[in-house]
């Protein structure tokens, strides 16, 4: 009985690539039919490139843009609804028409859009000269409040009202510093002490956040104080000296707690409050929760919230996601989060694919610190996760100056992420689109570009050829007009080349002597070619 003997490892790989050969070329003895492999091949590799063509579309900073621009859009959007839901029965109670607040705030934003396409046509150059003009009238207008044209609302003294028209400096202060800082950062990064490098930052942040302070609005300055604070982690500041600056905003603000009566009842209402809780600084808390609580998964339906029946103070404005949660429910309020998380991973992402760019990552950096910080904590304040801090959720709650400014910061951040498609990334001017303004190709420039063009068609063809020879088929070769003109192109500049380099006498012999020489052998061919003629008649 003939025992088994298991193949070797060489003879069990040479045997499976025969089969895959017989495979192939369909002679099998099973009959199989024929089997294009080359096909397979291409299949395969047309899907790897849909897939790659999708990867990098996803990757891309356009793609980033219009992911951002989209979630902005659809935040005002639905935030404009809210107003309305939230601001309609007061006003009514008041007198007013129903849709007087969302008619203003529709205004507001208006000018925050003519602001963001403002801030997206102007050059990253005029930006950077504009910023450090822009940081010292906001704290001009800062400091302004604390004179007679200064207004108080809620215990802050932040806004000046002139005549019928009031606007918040401390919102100008976060833009400002979100597009100087940066240039700062940059410019010093060249001077040996840490001091040289980040005094002149740390000092201006210093004088914004005190100008803001002295008027007691301590949410507004301690997101300006995260907005320093992540600029200069960003631009390269060493973490040990960071987690000092960082300990030491955490003093100022433990001082600047417990100096004040008021924000002492805050934070020790926020910790020993509860919903059956009597206290007077309980109660916006407690009403919130309520509100929050009472929508349920799907909501009572927009217009049908009971909280905003003057029983929240600040519907429309801090308070103004609990009405979310009320009328459009836990599906609502977690929409309204996922389009801020996708604004910030857009950003977030965009400032990663500018890598080379510092001034333009910086900026996307700081712009994106300040609103999650911002939304994070008015969200927090309304799960009574945080004390309230009087912070505003940014493209949604009521409030002129805050909506413009945010507004104006998304369209400088187009502008941060278009410019690194541009030749020239500091831009052009507030044309930078116009075709008028881009400088004309030399001469140069276009030979070098007719010659990558000729290459790109070169290696095409190459390409093209050799997919053919796999598949077993004759080579079809291209024809390229711009690869032929080269080539006519090259073939007379070789000739006057050649032609230039003919001395007189070569010329004159090459006319004399080489024609009679070229006559004597056209003479004896022929006689040549008459004698074989001969022969074959004999």
């Known amino acids: 009985m003939p025992t088994f003997q298991k193949p070797t490892r060489r003879q069990d790989h040479a045997s499976r690539r025969e089969q895959e050969h017989r495979t192939i070329i369909g002679v099998t003895g099973n009959q199989e039919p024929h089997y294009d492999a080359f096909q397979r091949a291409q299949r395969r590799a047309e899907r790897n490139a849909g897939r790659r063509t999708m990867r990098m579309l996803f990757q891309s900073i356009e793609f980033q843009h219009a992911m951002m621009l989209a979630s902005v859009i659809i935040l005002v959007g639905f935030g404009l609804v809210m107003v309305f839901s939230a601001s309609s029965v007061d006003l009514v109670a008041l007198g007013l028409k129903p849709w007087s607040m969302v008619v203003r705030q529709l205004m507001f934003v208006v000018i925050g859009v003519v602001g963001a396409v403002l801030a997206s046509r102007l050059s990253v150059k005029a930006i950077k000269r504009l910023s450090p003009w822009l940081l010292a009238l906001s704290i001009f207008f800062q400091l302004l409040t604390l004179t007679k044209l200064g207004r108080a609302a809620g215990g802050n003294v932040g806004w000046i009202a002139l005549g019928p028209i009031s606007f918040q400096p401390a919102e100008l202060i976060k833009l400002a510093l979100c597009l100087w800082l940066p240039v700062t950062i940059i410019n010093s ?139 459009a429910g ?119 570009d007719a010659k990558s063009a000729s290459r790109k068609d070169s290696s095409r063809q190459a390409r093209s050829i050799q997919r053919s020879e796999r598949a077993g088929r004759p080579a079809q070769r291209k024809f390229s007009w711009r690869a032929s003109a080269d080539k006519r192109s090259a073939r007379t500049a070789s000739a006057r080349m050649a032609s230039s380099r003919r001395t007189p006498e070569r010329s004159a012999k090459s006319n004399g002597e080489g024609s009679s020489e070229r006559k004597q052998t056209r003479r004896v061919v022929s006689s040549s070619s008459t004698q074989e003629r001969a022969n074959r008649q004999r």
């Open 330 to 448: 836990f599906l609502g309020a977690i929409s309204v989060l996922l389009l801020f998380a996708v604004l910030i991973a857009s950003m977030i992402r965009s400032s990663l694919l500018l890598e080379r760019l510092d001034y333009q990552r910086l900026v996307l950096l700081c712009v994106v610190s300040w609103i999650s910080v911002q939304a994070l904590v008015n969200i927090l304040v309304v799960l009574k996760l945080f004390p309230v801090m009087g912070v505003p959720l940014p493209f949604v709650s009521s409030g002129g100056t805050s909506m413009v400014v945010c507004l104006t910061a998304i369209g400088a951040c187009s502008r941060m992420m278009m410019s690194s498609l541009d030749d020239n990334p500091e831009g052009e001017g507030i044309f930078a689109h116009a075709q008028v303004l881009r400088p004309r190709k030399s001469s140069a420039s276009k030979s070098a």
């Open 189 to 327: 990064r060249k001077e040996k002490t840490l001091w040289k490098r980040y005094g002149i930052a740390a000092v201006a942040l210093l004088v914004s956040v005190g100008s803001i302070a002295l008027g007691h609005d301590m949410g507004t300055a301690s997101v300006v104080v995260i907005i320093g604070l992540a600029a200069l982690l960003f631009g390269g500041m060493p973490m040990s000296v960071f987690y000092v600056m960082g300990g030491l905003a955490l003093v100022v603000g433990a001082a600047g707690v417990f100096t004040s009566s008021n924000r002492m009842n805050r934070v020790f209402s926020f910790l020993s409050c509860s919903p059956k809780s009597g206290k007077a600084v309980c109660y916006q808390t407690n009403h919130g929760l309520f509100a929050i609580s009472s929508g349920g998964l799907f909501g009572l339906g927009l217009g049908n919230s009971r909280e905003k029946w003057s029983y929240l103070p600040e519907a429309t404005n801090d308070f103004i996601f609990a009405i979310i949660g009320e009328e």
